[in-house]
């Protein structure tokens, strides 16, 4: 309990309405519930009490928005519209090791979910299970080895962005599962250079534009200029 009050001091909410909620989910903190109840939902609940339902998912060591539901009827609304492209704006924001021969540019693969190893695989052609996963992105800075790119996802894959920048050599700083070689000087830190950070939609007659951006975590922190502009919109 005391760390599940920790963590909910520590928990900001960028919106909030009486339909749903949309927390910053700190890396490390798992998105579905939990018997420690340290889970985003968790912490939802004992900010607000009742029960809430999640809309979507980001994995334990990604942070940034979440989209939680306070209701079953809202969860499944929001969730038609949350995992639709044509309805549902998503960018993240990513920290890379190496840089893109070009400054901007769209990722087109085919991706296969090893439910056994919990990993998706880029594949070379079809087959059962493969499924066509797109993105694109956007170079916002550079810092020596590293790279910070906006990415707009295009479909929505399991690992979708780990997978396809690792396979082109260019892993997310921290994701040892995905071959980065960069090790934490914090061990105590779950969470890879990956953030959920911009989520654009229409619900229940109104329109919804969020932006956040991760504060002082490394190496985010190497580009403040570029992540205080991003969210300026520039």
Do not use: W
């Not at 420690?36 to 334990?60: H, Q």
């Not at 060591?61 to 969860?75: D, E, F, N, Y």
Request: proline share 3%.
């Amino acid at each position: 309990v005391g760390l599940s009050l920790s963590l909910n001091m520590n928990m900001k909410i960028a919106t909030e309405n009486d339909k749903f909620v949309i927390p910053i989910k700190d890396f490390g903190v798992a998105s579905e519930k939990s018997t420690e109840k340290t889970d985003i939902i968790s912490l939802c609940e004992e900010k607000y009490g009742g029960e809430f339902y999640p809309v979507n998912r980001l994995d334990v060591v990604t942070g940034g928005l979440i989209v939680l539901a306070r209701s079953k009827r809202a969860a499944a609304e929001l969730s038609a519209t949350i995992s639709d492209k044509t309805k549902c704006g998503k960018r993240y924001l990513a920290v890379i090791t190496g840089c893109p021969r070009e400054n901007a540019g769209v990722f087109e693969d085919l991706l296969f979910f090893d439910r056994a190893k919990r990993k998706s695989f880029v594949c070379d052609r079809e087959r059962a299970g493969v499924k066509k996963a797109a993105l694109a992105y956007t170079v916002l800075g550079k810092s020596g080895e590293f790279t910070l790119v906006s990415v707009t996802l295009m479909t929505g894959r399991t690992h979708q962005i780990r997978a396809q920048f690792a396979s082109r050599g260019m892993p997310v700083v921290f994701d040892g599962k995905y071959g980065s070689r960069i090790k934490r000087a914090d061990t105590g830190h779950a969470g890879i250079a990956l953030f959920s950070a911009g989520l654009e939609f229409d619900f229940d007659g109104g329109h919804f534009e969020v932006c956040e951006i991760p504060s002082g975590v490394y190496p985010f922190s190497l580009f403040e200029k570029e992540l205080e502009a991003f969210k300026n919109g520039g």
